[in-house]
């Protein structure tokens, strides 16, 4: 049988399932045990070997019982970069992508800036603050160690020098950048506990601690990184689309040009503040 004919049947099984997007899983799923592009499979002309098809009939099967699709290819694309993905890491999604470009605009005018990321999962804002600003000095923290070997593969695999510590929020960070940091960058969990079980089920395949945790870390973050901020440093996080007003009003006595930035559907998305540059 053609890849293209293992596709069509591979996405009408997922579709009977109720999985989103079947056709794209499918070729997603198939490209990865192939090793090729989108080109190079229906290019193909041959039929699938067994082991290759024993694979596959695995990976749907998993795929329609809610495993995510990046736990099964591996992978996951965030602003260019190919970051590795491992069960129990958080799966970097493409509104963070919005938090990205957020912090790199705060960093446009800054010389050699330190940045540190905050609950850093596979990298992927870390990783790509430095891979934009290579003269960017990039501290990344977790607390969950599966979190900081994923995190430090993906540096390795990218030659990207970024320093992945295992630790809770700041305190892993070496005390000389106190006072230092020009940039402190943070997509925490934020999802409310009374809202997990509304989740669809491949999300809370992820880790849980990645994912709940209302603006608790926002609170925190507000209050620890006023020690760590340069003068005129900022503080980038991600906030859940109903959590604007309250993540602002924890900002709002501390910091100046608190800002709340929508996503591409207009929801709240993204929140900078900025350190004063003077008490």
Known sequence: MRPADVVRRSA?????HGVDSPRDTA????????????AGLYARSGGLDTNTARLLGRALC???????LQ??????????LVLGVAPGVFVPRPETEGLALAALE?????????????GTGTGALGLTLKHRRPDATVVATDVSPEAVDTARRNAARHG????????DLLASVPEKLQGRVDLIVSN?????????????????????????????IHRRLAEESLHWLAPGGWLAME?????????????????????????LAGRDRVITARRPASP
């Open 12 to 16: 009408d099984y997922l579709a009977r």
């Open 27 to 38: 070729e997603v799923l198939l490209m990865h045990l192939l090793k090729t592009d989108r």
């Open 62 to 68: 998993q795929r329609c019982a809610g495993t995510p």
């Open 71 to 80: 736990y099964l290819t591996g992978e996951q694309q965030f602003l260019g």
């Open 106 to 118: 705060a960093l446009r005018t800054t010389r050699s800036p330190v940045v540190v990321e905050v």
């Open 160 to 167: 990207l020098d970024v320093d992945v510590r295992l630790g």
């Open 188 to 216: 925490p969990p934020y999802i409310r506990r009374e809202d997990y079980r509304t989740l669809p089920e491949e999300v809370r395949r992820e880790p849980y601690e990645a994912l709940v945790g209302g603006t608790d």
């Open 239 to 263: 906030i859940g689309d109903d959590q604007g007003e309250e993540v602002r009003a924890l900002l709002r006595d501390r910091f100046s040009d608190v800002t709340v930035t929508p996503d």
